[in-house]
T-cell receptor, first 115, second 112 residues
């Protein structure tokens, strides 16, 4: 398996622009997570899905952030409009919960810079 | 909160020495997981220890769990420069959801 695939790896955009981050989870995994990592705040859980349904979006910072999972093999995180404080590395992770525990498999992240 | 707190925040050792990192948490758990993050990469799962286990080994890694103290430790024996990374613990709560919340981690530097 190719693992969790995120695109793009790097994104540089100007304040006010719309940004869309993409994630392809590992096939068969029923959980998908979006995290954001900064030096100041560490690794924050933004939102997670179970079987394509958003379960907990309490970590989404503002209405400018939205996430969708139209099918089991694709998810997007959108920021509109973007602001400089959104600059961070955004990670997608997936897991198969099952009955015995649920290790997360992370993608290599998208480094977002908003100028 | 299901978040774990790692200690120390930073650790610097010489190659060949052992490294010990600790994790404390506050709620009851199903399992506790340890992850490693190399610079510029995503987290990688290292080891999962269930609440009914006290110790688990994987290669040079040894993890212990004390549910009475709500704490865990990760020992890396005979460290190598390639072990330089950040290490995170993630307690998986008994609330039967799939989510994991990570702390600030321990940054380990292994000097050659």
């Amino acid at each position: 398996d190719a693992g969790v695939i995120q695109s793009p790896r790097h994104e540089v955009t100007e304040m006010g622009q719309e940004v869309t981050l993409r994630c392809k989870p590992i096939s068969g995994h029923d959980y998908l997570f979006w995290y954001r990592q900064t030096m100041m705040r560490g690794l924050e859980l933004l939102i997670y899905f179970n079987n394509n349904v958003p379960i907990d979006d309490s970590g989404m910072p503002e209405d400018r952030f939205s996430a969708k999972m139209p099918n089991a093999s694709f998810s997007t995180l959108k920021i509109q409009p973007s602001e400089p404080r959104d600059s961070a590395v955004y990670f997608c992770a997936s897991s198969f919960y099952g009955t015995g525990g649920s290790p997360l498999h992370f993608g290599n992240g998208t480094r977002l810079t908003v100028t | 909160s299901q978040q774990g707190e790692e200690d120390p925040q930073a650790l610097s050792i010489q190659e060949g020495e052992n490294a010990t990192m600790n994790c404390s948490y506050k709620t009851s758990i199903n399992n506790l997981q340890w992850y490693r993050q190399n610079s510029g990469r995503g987290l990688v799962h290292l080891i999962l220890i269930r609440s009914n286990e006290r110790e688990k080994h994987s290669g040079r890694l040894r993890v212990t769990l004390d549910t009475s103290k709500k704490s865990s430790s990760l020992l890396i024996t005979a460290s190598r420069a390639a072990d330089t990374a950040s290490y995170f613990c993630a307690p998986h709560g008994s609330s039967n959801t799939g989510k994991l919340i990570f702390g600030q981690g321990t940054t380990l530097q292994v000097k050659p």
